[in-house]
């Protein structure tokens, strides 16, 4: 006797990338992403284009996803959406538009939380190793910085979080104050691969417990420049390599202080990391050099689900398939949401 597939049509609108994806059980049919160009010229996310641009791209997205997917929409068995966190005219054009089309097909809406989603991605049917619970969960992004336990599907727990900016954000800003373009935290990545990461030592904050502050961080980077470029205006462009290389090596290094703790307090050694900075090849290394180091096990996602994505979304929604998790049409998003 065989078991009827479920296929769950997902969709992410967080921040400014419209994202859908069809998942037959777990497994990704399509994962397709329209990225906003509009918002490069100011230097970072305007809300109200990226709303505006949400409304162009969703329709033409969906249908692409099922197209991809060879999923017909009467074939499908639930719609996920991202609830939140994010950017709220985002959040409501996705959330706007899953529960429409839920509520045509006469099927189950899913709420997910974005967070959430970067996690579980790593329970995407790849033909690869999946974390086991327990496990730490780094996340990294943007808008977020989170070590988070995860003892099942549905049972997390944030151990420390950031006080005040992401480290998405510390890379992004960083890169401004270097004159690079929007988003610049790719680019600290790529040249720091040819630099010495010890050529400008930084300070890293002093912070209590698995709690992060990139804040300062921040500003020191803001000050060193300023100064150097005071003294000589071609202080960037002639060690631009050994500047990035140090100033994601500082980042790293936070980041593994604050996991070492997270481990010997929780004697746990399985490591998954999430969130747009996770394509970071500096902290990818990094994880992969502390498994041989320290024991750990670390479980690092394929890029394209690391970046905001539907398919992480769409698993989400799965495992909530599976246990009857459903939301109904009075559900809201929202700009901040816990676990």
Known sequence: ?????????????????TAAAVLKN?????????????????GGVVPELASRAHQQNIVPVVDVALKKAGVKKEELSAIA???GPGLMGSLLVGGSFSKS?????????????????????????????????????LTISGGHTQIVQVNSFFDLKILGET????????????????????????????????????????????VEGLNFSFSGLKTQILYFIQKNQAINPNFVEENKEDICASIQYTIIQILLDKLKLAVAETGIKQIAIGGGVSANS??????LQAEK????????????YTTDNAAMIGIVGYYNFLESHFSN?????????EF
């Open 163 to 206: 006080t005040d900016d992401a480290v998405g954000e510390a890379f992004d800003k960083s890169a401004k104050t270097l004159g690079f373009p929007y988003p610049g935290g790719p680019l600290i990545d790529k040249y720091a691969q040819n630099g010495n990461p010890k050529a400008f030592p930084f300070t890293k904050p002093k």
């Open 1 to 17: 006797m065989s078991t009827k597939p479920i296929y769950i049509l997902a969709i992410e609108s967080s921040c400014d990338d």
């Open 81 to 83: 959406f991202t609830q």
């Open 101 to 137: 089309m839920a509520m045509a097909l006469k099927i189950p809406l899913i709420a997910v939380n974005h967070m959430h989603a970067h996690i579980l991605a790593h329970f995407i049917e790849e033909g690869t190793p999946k974390p086991t619970f327990p496990f730490l969960a």
């Open 282 to 287: 500096g902290i990818r290394n990094a994880l």
């Open 293 to 304: 180091n320290w024991g750990w096990t670390a479980f690092i996602p394929k890029f394209e």
């Open 26 to 42: 777990d497994q990704v049919l399509s994962n397709i992403v329209a990225q906003q160009a509009v918002h490069e010229q100011y």
């Open 329 to 337: 049409s009075s559900v809201v998003s929202k700009a901040r949401i």
